[in-house]
């Protein structure tokens, strides 16, 4: 389907607006399916996210280096934090080289839950089989030199 279908336009201002709509409706689009895959751990796209970036990181990290490293610059990192805390995917403890700041690692069950999620990458892979691997490599050169200038 179009994005001038999807989104029932039939017009757009010239070839960059539609360009910059699509992108939009498209990165909402591949989230809800992001989302529906986690649902399944009772875990969000965020919440996946920090997981990632603390199992990668092999070391404690600040929610500050936290959210500098995350996709979505705008979350709460600190809330979403405290939910895996909950959850116990995660544990805190007071910095030793700061005592203003909180060290966050992964918890063994964290770790458990992401190696689970792994299983599962060709799913989540899936989700762009519409591409093949030429044009998935042309889209992620593209996306890239979008953002070049930034």
Known sequence: MSIEKDIQQQKFRNSYQKAAVNILFSANWLNEKIKAFLQEEDITPQQY?????????????????????????????????????????????ISFTDKRLVDVNIAKKGIQLIER?????????????????????????????MRFKD
């Open 49 to 93: 996210n920090i997981l990632r970036i603390l199992k990668g990181s092999k070391k404690p990290l600040s929610t500050l280096q936290i959210r500098a490293l995350m996709l979505d610059k705008m979350s709460d990192t600190s809330r979403i934090v405290d939910r895996l805390l909950i959850k116990g995917l995660v544990e805190k403890k």
């Open 117 to 145: 999620l792994d299983l599962q990458n060709e799913n989540l892979d899936g989700i762009l089989q519409q591409l093949n691997e030429e044009e998935v490599i042309l889209l992620n050169d593209l996306l890239d030199k």
